[in-house]
């Protein structure tokens, strides 16, 4: 009998978390009403995105329009401000949660930064222990997540907002906040960005790097920084000089489905459909593993968990594999400086594209894998 494979690897949307027919219908009204201006060149100078883009985008988020900066995905808006944030540091340091978003990492360190994980905790960065590397080394940036971690589904705490803010402002220090799941909320209150909370401390600065990927559609490849006035002018020459401009005709589907509520209809949507593979998830590894995950998470798209084992990480994942259990391998979401703590693998369970009974078999796999490797 062949075992299907349960797929705990890629975190991306579910295919009925994006409102295809929608998009194709303003697509369509886009070609309609505006050929000339999509096919062509975006005017050049300064670029900082199509105009009513950023204004749909200013109103999502209540901020002056003149603070967003259109990207292709928010990887490229975390290429270019690593670019511009570590253009003039010799030897530069970045901070990121351990563990973090494998990309980012790659990409800091392409551009020269010796990237150091600051251990996370259920309710954010441990910041007693930034506090004792920022009294040693002030970093060029520090890189979150705040809700809903990418891996973990950790959402930093308000108190630790505050206080990394503050920290930011009497260090200087910019803080690099990636949101590209704040909207996934299924239970709880939202803690206020470190966007927000950078506006009334003096001193602190704070890049919000946001995406449409999982909440519209990650094929329009739309992400934007919300920046300080003057953040989206300083970027635009760069930009600029690399891609010209973001594809008008992406930009302005995104722009018309934002004016047309299909964002925030799409979102109530994707909130339902996943809530209850959340609250499934939660209970299968509860019941199943325990008492091993990092936290309960309250929206986005993982759970993850810290499964004491004995033998190597490989032959964990090996055994797995054998056992039908497809797996990210955990260790790579930490920095090189940084582990999963010892005696356990890290394992990061994307809940958003499984059905509850297919998630509790995973769970059930992962737990015989695991009792083998105690
Ligand atoms: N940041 C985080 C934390 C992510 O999880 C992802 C996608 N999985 C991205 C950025 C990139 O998203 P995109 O380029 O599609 O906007």
Same mark, same amino acid.
């Given at each position: 009998?062949?075992?299907?494979?349960?797929?705990f690897?890629?975190?991306?949307?579910?295919?009925?978390?994006?409102?295809?027919?929608a998009?194709?219908?303003h697509?369509?009204?886009?070609?309609?009403a505006? $050929?000339?201006r999509?096919?062509q060149?975006?005017?050049?100078?300064?670029?900082?995105g199509?105009?009513?883009?950023?204004e749909?985008?200013?109103?999502?988020?209540?901020?002056?329009?003149?603070?967003?900066f259109v990207?292709?995905?928010s990887?490229?808006? &975390?290429?270019?401000?690593a670019?511009?944030e570590?253009?003039?540091?010799?030897?530069?340091?970045?901070?990121?949660?351990?563990?973090?978003y494998?990309?980012?990492v790659q990409i800091f360190?392409?551009?020269?930064?010796?990237?150091s994980g600051?251990p996370?905790?259920h309710?954010?960065?441990?910041?007693?222990?930034?506090?004792?590397?920022?009294?040693?080394?002030?970093?060029?940036?520090?890189?979150?997540?705040?809700d809903?971690?990418?891996?973990?589904?950790?959402?930093?705490?308000?108190?630790k907002?505050?206080e990394?803010?503050?920290?930011?402002?009497?260090?200087?220090?910019?803080? &690099?906040?990636?949101?590209?799941?704040?909207?996934?909320?299924?239970?709880?209150?939202?803690?206020? $960005?470190?966007?927000?909370?950078?506006?009334?401390?003096?001193g602190?600065?704070?890049?919000?790097?946001g995406?449409?990927s999982k909440?519209?559609s990650p094929?329009l490849r739309?992400?934007?920084?919300?920046?300080p006035?003057?953040?989206p002018?300083?970027?635009?020459?760069?930009?600029?000089?690399i891609?010209?401009?973001?594809?008008?005709?992406?930009?302005?589907v995104?722009?018309?489905?934002?004016?047309?509520?299909?964002?925030?209809?799409n &979102?109530e949507?994707?909130r339902?459909?996943?809530?209850?593979?959340?609250?499934a998830?939660?209970?299968?590894?509860?019941?199943?593993?325990?008492?091993?995950?990092?936290?309960? $998470?309250?929206g986005?798209?993982?759970?993850?968990?810290h499964?004491?084992?004995?033998?190597d990480?490989?032959?964990?994942?090996?055994?797995?594999?054998?056992?039908?259990?497809?797996?990210?391998?955990?260790?790579?979401?930490?920095?090189?400086?940084?582990?999963?703590?010892?005696?356990t693998?890290f394992?990061?369970?994307?809940?958003?594209a499984?059905?509850?009974?297919?998630?509790?078999?995973?769970?059930?796999?992962?737990?015989?894998?695991?009792r083998?490797?105690a």
């Open positions: 009998m062949t075992v299907q494979t349960v797929h690897s890629r975190g991306i949307p579910p295919l009925d978390a994006i409102p295809s027919a998009i194709a219908e697509t369509s009204a886009v070609l309609a505006e $050929p000339d999509v096919f060149y975006a005017p050049i100078g300064r670029h900082t199509d105009q009513e883009l950023r749909q985008l200013g109103k999502f988020h209540s901020v002056d329009p003149d603070r967003v990207t292709n995905g990887l490229q808006a &975390l290429d270019l401000l670019a511009h570590l253009r003039d540091t010799v030897a530069p340091e970045v901070l990121v949660e351990a563990p973090t494998d990309r980012a360190e392409r551009h020269g930064a010796q990237v600051v996370l905790r309710d954010g960065l441990d910041l007693d222990v930034l506090r004792e590397r920022l009294r040693t080394k002030v970093p060029a940036f520090v890189y979150v997540i705040p809903f971690q990418n891996p973990s589904g950790v959402t930093t705490s308000e108190d907002r505050r990394l803010v503050r920290l930011s402002a009497e260090y200087g220090f910019t803080i &690099l906040e990636d949101i590209p799941y704040r909207e996934l909320r299924f239970s709880g209150t939202a803690p206020t $960005p470190l966007g927000e909370l950078a506006e009334s401390t003096d602190a600065r704070v890049l919000t790097i995406s449409l909440v519209l094929g739309v992400g934007y920084v919300i920046g006035p003057g953040a002018q300083a970027l635009a020459a760069l930009a600029e000089s891609y010209l401009s973001p594809a008008p005709l992406l930009q302005a995104a722009a018309r489905a934002l004016a047309n509520g299909l964002v925030q209809e &979102l949507h994707v339902q459909l996943l809530r209850p593979r959340h609250d998830a939660v209970e299968a590894v509860r019941q199943t593993l325990g008492e091993v995950h990092l936290c309960v $998470p309250e986005g798209y993982y759970i993850s968990v499964l004491p084992i004995r033998t990480e490989e032959s964990f994942l090996t055994s797995a594999r054998n056992d039908g259990l497809a797996l990210t391998r955990g260790s790579a979401f930490y920095p090189a400086d940084s582990a999963p703590p010892s005696g693998a394992l990061r369970l994307p809940f958003q499984l059905d509850p009974e297919e998630f509790a078999e995973g769970v059930r796999r992962l737990a015989a894998a695991a083998r490797a």
